[in-house]
């Protein structure tokens, strides 16, 4: 495959408490086939308990139903080189065990670490 099939320039936006309710918004914008997921990024909003996700996609190619899966990797010393290792440790170990995994982000709240990983549905 070609990095032509990652390429895309259409965003949409998800708000909510948590990734849980962004997960349902994003099943249900990706549910018809209608968007091709590409990517996600993830933002949190200072002062608030609101996270942001935006999906990347395209619609000039079939598209897919996709899911947000998080696994909570642990804590992170951004200091630390074992810490760096361990977490790339972590994050191979838990990427392994999902199916059909396109891309991910890393949310990091007080020091510890979530991977999300959007995967097809």
Same mark, same amino acid.
């Given at each position: 495959?070609?990095? @032509?099939? @990652?390429? #895309?320039?259409? $965003? ?14 994003? !099943?249900? $914008? ?12 993830? /933002? +949190?909003?200072? =002062? /608030?308990?609101? *996270?942001?996700?935006? %999906?990347?996609? !395209?619609?000039?190619?079939? /598209? ?7 696994? @909570?990797? /642990?804590? $992170? ?9 361990? %977490?790339? =440790?972590?994050?191979?170990? +838990?990427? =392994? ?6 891309? #991910?982000? *890393? $949310?990091?709240? =007080? ?8 995967? *097809?549905?």
């Amino acid at each position: 495959m070609s990095v @032509q099939h @990652q390429v #895309h320039e259409q $965003f949409k936006v998800f708000a909510g408490p948590d990734i849980a309710s962004i997960d349902s918004q994003i !099943r249900a $914008f990706t549910a018809n086939g209608g968007v091709a997921a590409k990517s996600i990024g993830i /933002g +949190h909003v200072e =002062g /608030g308990d609101t *996270l942001v996700v935006s %999906l990347g996609y !395209r619609t000039d190619v079939p /598209g897919y139903p996709v899911k947000l899966t998080t696994k @909570q990797v /642990g804590a $992170f010393d951004h200091g630390s080189p074992a810490s760096i290792a361990a %977490l790339e =440790g972590a994050l191979n170990v +838990h990427a =392994g065990g999902e199916d059909d995994v396109i891309c #991910h982000e *890393l $949310f990091i709240s =007080g020091g510890s670490v979530n991977l999300v990983m959007m995967t *097809l549905a």
